[in-house]
């Protein structure tokens, strides 16, 4: 059964960090794309955060720059989002989602997908980010 597993939400006050952790089983983890969206109460859904599997490519919203990094440990099949200096505004539930890699995408290409919530082969279960001001 694929499964993407996400964890690591939680209550923290803002400037605080917290890390979320992704594991991935099921499916070829090399051969995807893995990204995390949120969704506030209210909000649009935003593509937050992708990292390809296979070369290690980066992208991030210009809302989380510079405060959150995504990282993949592909012997774990499992990507982590460490999220620094967080904000009230970063509250929302976060989920976890592996879309199909295809050559000459950039970043920014996936993020609007995750955005969409098109091209979406697998999702996770969310977890809570509260960010207390």
């Known amino acids: 059964d694929v499964q993407l597993q996400a964890s690591g939400g939680g209550l923290v006050q803002a400037g605080g960090s917290l890390r979320l952790s992704c594991a991935a089983s099921?499916?070829?983890?090399?051969?995807?794309?893995i990204g995390w969206i949120r969704q506030a109460p209210g909000k649009e859904r935003e593509g937050v955060s992708c990292?390809?599997?296979?070369?290690?490519?980066?992208s991030y919203a210009d809302s989380v720059k510079g405060r959150f990094t995504i990282s993949s440990d592909n012997a774990k099949n499992t990507v982590y989002l460490q999220m620094n200096s967080l904000k009230p505004e970063d509250t929302a539930v976060y989920y976890c989602a592996a879309l199909f890699w295809v050559p000459y995408r950039s970043g920014s290409y996936y993020l609007g997908l995750l955005k969409r919530g098109d091209g979406i082969d697998y999702w996770g279960k969310g977890t809570q980010v509260t960010v207390s001001s």
């Open positions: 990292i390809s599997s296979s070369d290690g490519n980066t």
């Open positions: 099921g499916f070829t983890f090399d051969d995807y794309v």
